[in-house]
């Protein structure tokens, strides 16, 4: 059976359809492979993660006493609101000096283990994850 | 003008029939919704949910790329936890291929692109079934497909939220299945298994809510018992599928909620404005806000008047589906609350928002949408000099809305935060201290967070640290040496060399599916622990549960017993309906026979206050004051703990007992009055005890050990009294009446339970801190 016109051309139209949908996807993943985010220009030097993770330290009895009245007798939350302290001064040292996040993490990462074991008023340990039961 | 009209029809109609031009068309719509979020690829998502959702893609993405494992145990969250057992996590399902091969971040936004084009193609073929019209159900897609709440998904890391773009696959299935259709089976099957396995944590029982409206929708319109009892037979196949294809991630799921149950109190609700805003206000540009969340454009409710004008049948169903939807949306804040009635079911128990509801409220108003286009359509096909100016105004009303419905996706797609993809840096696994608020930092220096911010009580130690120099060690320093030989995710090697019969701890989360070559595998305080013998030996734990490899076997063997049903429909000789479904039952027996035969310890709750003390006691201690308060509820307030003045830091810690001896209303909680010499009154309500329990599911006859604390900085100085009762916080929030007491006080339906005196000067002493 020979195919008319207008099957042709629908026919046409079906492979242009899928191509178009290929063209799409690949346009999709090629934008999502190269796409970049600007990177802070420098890292942190040796002695700056050492300056870095005693600052945290010295911080942190200071949000952990705010973190036991603002959540008092409940651990878990007292740990995440200390955890929101950190970021928030983490996120800060960071864009001052235009540092990677990650290297200020790893700047008071090293300083806990190089004060190990860490004793109260701080905490190197976490409480079990027991969320509030409500929100509202 | 009648032929122009016609061959214009005929040629949209054979264009929507086209599945390559269809999809092309939706192709183009996703890639302009997503070109924002595209162009972000390369970066880290910095809002704190994203944090927590997409490090545990990282994490399973690691597992495959760097170990070559399954992403079965996931060492890098929460102090260590079962990956598959995690209902938020996506590791198991087959979007983590393309994870791994383009990183776990880049491939969120092409993954979006996807499930954009996947929910438009699943809406036009549910719209096509449902309004007779190709050209109808291709207008009303996108304004589905497009809705506001996936790009806010995307935004804040929620990405097993695009889940709900497959709701419509489910209910195209579920009809296939009550005509008798095996594909049908397969399809609803295989959408619950990628939603459980994409971490559907609301798509899944609300997709299996509206699966049952649709089977009941489609029953009643059928003619006949006969069609009828087929569709029942076909039902039950695919009950006894859907239960077993998703036991990979079921099993798993349900061994996890068993030991660690998620309590969700309050009463959310969502006065009619605000929701209105949410579906209908064009969403901001930037921040965070509530107008525009679920955004469905208002242009395209204007369609929805050609359908209940001129198809008022057909639209009666979505109709009432897109009202009743609303309803639920409102939540607490509509009398009778929908919502309300909906939490009393299991699983629906623990919903947090109901405006989520309004995804489906979308969904019927899109239904509305494309019914209205048909019947438009389907006049101007009858008499084009009538009604084809309406017609065109109705195309030209869609298509503005799929160009609204782009804009608003475009704005909540820029409230994503992007950072910089965090540097790489290479060192052996160990646990820090982390923070939940920015745990893809810590995943990319190889360190695990023991800060948790799940939405659920993931089983933790309290014995984790993240300031260890080796995280294998012997639990007495004495007793030898441990030292680690190889470290994978879902497998450590360690060289022990024991003195004497010693316990080796590991710093991670115990869990019944880790097993030891050597000794036995325990629990100590929730850490991963091995009783090792005398002597030198090299102890190898693996992960190996047996609900994920067990509930994989199921699974595998459903989709094998489900392609014989295929094979021999195929091949002319369809099975009878009984050895059907005798065949789909055959995975689920497996399941049950693997249940029994295959030996595993228990995680068992350990049910605790907010302090980490217990929450049951076998007797009261001597410091707690007597009480014997019983109210018009089985419900005993037998003693209480009030010390005489705040702690040197002013926290001043309470203790309740309480007993329980009969059903109690949900609705059931308590409330605490802590009044001053001078009258003024603080409190500290609380809906469950400890936390963890409502009074309804505490066991009875049992002492519930209730412990808070109030900090008293910037407390007037002096005596306050505490009072205590009982009130329907649930429900309409009245007081439950005091029966009597022991000679306690009562008042207002409170009773006294003690005094603590505030201090002039609080005094400070920050060593308090929990350790």
């Not at chain 2, 109190?265 to 965070?288: C, D, E, H, I, W």
């Not at chain 2, 800060?451 to 007793?479: F, H, I, N, T």
């Not at chain 2, 693997?594 to 410091?623: C, F, H, I, Q, Y």
């Not at chain 2, 009762?725 to 339906?749: I, P």
């Amino acid at each position: 059976m020979t195919m008319t016109t207008t099957q042709a051309r629908w026919r046409r139209v079906a492979v242009s359809g899928w191509m178009a949908l290929a063209l799409c996807g690949g346009v999709a993943v090629a934008r999502a492979v190269t796409s970049e985010v600007r990177t802070p220009s420098r890292r942190l030097s040796a002695e700056e993660r050492v300056l870095v993770g005693r600052a945290a330290a010295e911080a942190e009895p200071h949000w952990r006493r705010r973190s036991m009245h603002s959540f008092p007798g409940d651990h878990w939350s007292q740990d995440d609101d200390f955890g929101a302290s950190e970021r928030g001064w983490v996120m800060n040292e960071a864009r001052r000096r235009d540092v990677p996040v990650t290297d200020v993490f790893d700047a008071i990462d090293t300083e806990l283990r190089s004060a190990a074991p860490i004793l109260p008023p701080r905490k190197a340990s976490a409480s079990p994850c027991k969320p509030r039961p409500f929100y509202d | 003008m009648t032929t122009s009209s016609h061959g214009l029809l005929r040629a949209a109609h054979r264009a929507a029939s086209l599945t390559s031009v269809r999809l092309a068309l939706f192709g183009v719509l996703a890639l302009a919704a997503c070109w924002h979020s595209l162009s972000l690829a390369g970066g880290m998502n910095d809002f704190r949910d994203s944090h927590l959702l997409d490090s545990y893609e990282d994490a399973g993405t690691r597992s495959v790329t760097h170990y070559g494992q399954l992403p079965l145990w996931n060492p890098w969250s929460c102090g260590g936890q079962y990956a598959l057992g995690s209902p938020q996590t996506r590791v198991f399902a087959p979007t983590v291929v393309l994870s791994s091969l383009v990183g776990p971040r880049r491939a969120e936004p092409i993954l979006l692109w996807a499930f954009l084009v996947l929910g438009m193609e699943g809406f036009f073929h549910y719209a096509r079934r449902r309004v007779g019209s190709a050209t109808g159900a291709l207008g009303a897609a996108p304004l589905f497909g497009l809705m506001g709440f996936t790009a806010l998904s995307w935004s804040i890391g929620w990405l097993n939220f695009a889940g709900f773009l497959l709701l419509p696959w489910l209910l195209v299935g579920t009809r296939r299945v009550a005509e008798g259709k095996l594909s049908g089976v397969a399809l609803v099957g295989g959408v619950f298994a990628l939603l459980l396995s994409f971490g559907g944590t609301y798509p899944v029982p609300m997709g299996a809510l509206f699966v049952a409206l649709e089977t009941g929708r489609t029953l009643y319109g059928m003619r006949g018992m006969p069609r009828r009892r087929e569709a029942l037979w076909a039902l039950g196949i695919t009950a006894c599928f859907t239960l077993a294809a998703c036991a990979f991630r079921l099993w798993p799921l349900i061994e996890t909620m068993r030991s660690s149950p998620r309590v969700m109190a309050g009463t959310p609700g969502n006065a009619l404005v605000p929701l209105t805003k949410m579906l209908l206000q064009l969403p901001a540009r930037s921040g965070y806000s509530d107008p525009g969340n679920f955004y469905f454009a208002p242009a395209a409710l204007l369609l929805a008047l050609p359908a209940l004008a001129l198809a008022r049948r057909r639209a009666l169903y979505p109709a009432v589906m897109a009202g009743l939807c609303a309803w639920m949306a409102a939540g607490y804040s509509a009398t009778p609350s929908l919502f309300a009635g909906l939490r009393t079911l299991p699983i629906f128990e623990t919903f947090r928002y109901p405006e989520r509801f309004l995804v489906p409220t979308c969904f019927f108003l899109a239904e509305l949408a494309a019914l209205g286009l048909a019947a438009l359509l389907a006049r101007t096909w009858r008499a084009p000099s009538r009604w084809t100016w309406a017609a065109v105004a109705a195309c030209a009303v869609a298509i503005s809305s799929w160009g609204l419905q782009l804009r608003a996706f475009d704005n909540l797609s820029r409230w994503a935060q992007m950072t910089a993809m965090p540097a790489e840096r290479e060192q052996p696994f160990a646990q820090a201290r982390g923070n939940r608020w920015s745990q893809g930092h810590l995943l990319a220096l190889n360190r695990g967070s023991i800060a948790c911010g799940e939405a659920w009580p993931v089983p933790m130690s309290s014995k984790l640290r993240g300031d260890l120099s080796q995280e294998e060690y012997l639990e007495e320093p004495g007793a030898g040496t441990a030292k680690r030989v190889e470290w994978t995710p879902n497998r450590v090697s360690i060289d022990v060399d024991a003195t004497r019969p010693t316990v080796l701890l590991v710093n991670q989360n115990w869990h019944p599916g880790w097993k030891s070559s050597q000794g036995e595998v325990i629990s100590r305080d929730g850490l991963l622990g091995v009783r090792v013998p005398q002597g030198r030996q090299q102890v190898v734990l693996s992960f190996l549960p047996r609900s994920g490899l067990g509930g994989t076997l199921v699974s595998a063997l459903a989709w094998a017993g489900l392609a014989f049903l295929m094979w021999r429909e195929r091949r002319g000789h369809r099975l009878p309906w009984p050895g059907a479904l005798g065949v789909s039952a055959v995975p689920l027996a497996v399941w049950g026979v693997l249940a029994m035969a295959w030996p595993e310890p228990v995680a068992k709750p350990d049910p605790r206050n907010a302090d980490g003390s217990p929450l049951t006691v076998a007797a009261l201690p001597p410091a707690a004051r007597p009480v014997n308060a019983r109210f018009d509820v089985p419900v005993e307030l037998v003693a209480a703990e009030v010390p005489a003045e705040p702690d040197a830091e002013g926290i001043t810690p309470l203790v309740l007992h309480w007993r329980t001896t009969g059903p109690v209303p949900r609705s059931v909680g308590i409330f605490v009055h802590v009044v001053s010499a001078e009258g003024q009154r603080l409190g500290s309500d609380h809906p469950v005890l400890g936390g963890t329990w409502f009074f309804a599911d505490a066991p009875r006859d049992t002492l519930l050990r209730d412990a808070f604390s109030l900090s008293t900085r910037g407390w007037r100085p002096g005596t306050w009294n505490v009072l205590v009762g009982l009130w329907h916080a649930g429900g309409d929030q009245s007081r439950v009446d005091v029966l009597g007491t022991g000679g306690a006080q009562v008042s207002e339906g409170r009773v006294y339970v003690g005094t603590f005196t505030v201090p002039r000067n609080v005094r400070a002493n920050e060593s308090s801190v929990n350790p």
